[in-house]
């Protein structure tokens, strides 16, 4: 009898080794497993972040190549789908970040927040497909300050709405490059077909706004807004702007600005707030360039030969012109006469 309850101590033992073996193995199965897919996770996530990398590098690439290229339309193609977005911000009054993210919020180790810092670049805030287009032009005033690069892509459409038919946006409208756009009249706004990502409706009339019109909603909720009316008699010399958001509210008051190509520029950027913190970035530069110009100025009027000091009234009247941005801008013509009259006494120029 006590033989027979041994036999059954030890079984039940047994089975209770077994038991806790089992579940031994089973919790280092468990363990090996969760352990196997955070290293897989971790692989995953590691190239992914540097294939992110790679691309945001890729982008910032084409970026800075198009700078220094003057008057160049380029077409990049990027992996289809690819989702950028653009960063432009101020902080008591310097640029604070810029750059370009590249499909969702990269962490500061994948990108630097200061990447366009000094680049005046005017794109959309965000924008998706296969191919990014840059187009580079001077800005100039009329001596040559700086390169503006301009960034869209093949999935945005731009819509010039007029009511005016002049030669002055007929010219306006010719010199643009080869982007997704249309010139319409606005009885046709209601008759667009929503097929793109994005949608920039560029107003040629103060008598026209964005509250009339007739959008279809699929077509109005991916919209932007803004007014570029040319001066009456200097066309795109001059021009006034005014930024409208996707419910066609405006962003701010009319302002003035100089140059066709600043009104290009105001066509890339989609809100007023990115417009005005790039435009900071090309002020920069023009009164960097104001300066080097008053130093050649100066240094032109203190060793001017005798037999050219006949010229020196023509250097005074630059310098009276040259004093401010603004006053630069308004006074090309003028700028460029004096250059002529230079030329023609045979003296060094303004620039």
Known sequence: MMVKNLTKDKNKKAQLNISFH?????????????????VIKAMVGSSEA?????????????????????NSFD????????SLYYTCDMYQGVVD???IGVNSQLPEDLVSDTAFKNI?????????????????????APFKITNLVLVTNNRTKYYFVRNDYSTKIDSFLKDLPAINYESISLGDVSLINDQFQNYRFVIFSNSLSPSSFNLPDSVKKKSTFVK????????????KLEFFNSLGQSEG?????????????????????????????????MNL????????????????????????????????????????????????????????????LIY
């Open 120 to 140: 005046p670049l005017f794109m959309p805030s965000n924008v998706q497909g296969s191919r990014l287009f840059t187009w580079t032009i001077p800005w100039e």
């Open 22 to 38: 089992f579940i031994f193995v089973l919790i280092g199965g468990l363990l090996f497993l969760i352990f196997f897919f955070l």
């Open 289 to 348: 360039s104001l300066r080097i110009i008053k130093t050649r100025l100066a240094k032109i009027t203190t060793n001017l030969p005798v037999d050219k000091k006949k010229c020196n009234e023509i250097y005074v009247l630059a310098e009276k012109k040259l004093l401010n941005l603004n006053l630069a801008l308004t006074s090309q013509e003028t700028l460029e006469s004096y250059n002529r009259q230079l030329m023609a006494r045979n003296c060094p």
């Open 75 to 82: 077409i990049a193609r990027i992996p289809p789908d690819t």
């Open 228 to 239: 570029v009316m040319p001066d009456n008699t200097n066309g795109f010399d001059s021009f």
């Open 253 to 285: 008051s009319q302002e003035t600005y100089y140059g066709e190509t600043l009104a290009y520029a105001a066509i890339f950027a989609d809100n007023k707030t990115k417009f005005e913190c790039d435009y900071f970035k090309a002020k920069q530069r």
């Open 97 to 99: 970040s810029s750059f």
């Open 50 to 70: 540097s294939d992110t990398r790679a691309l945001t590098q890729g982008i910032n690439s084409i970026i800075y190549n198009a700078l220094p290229n003057t």
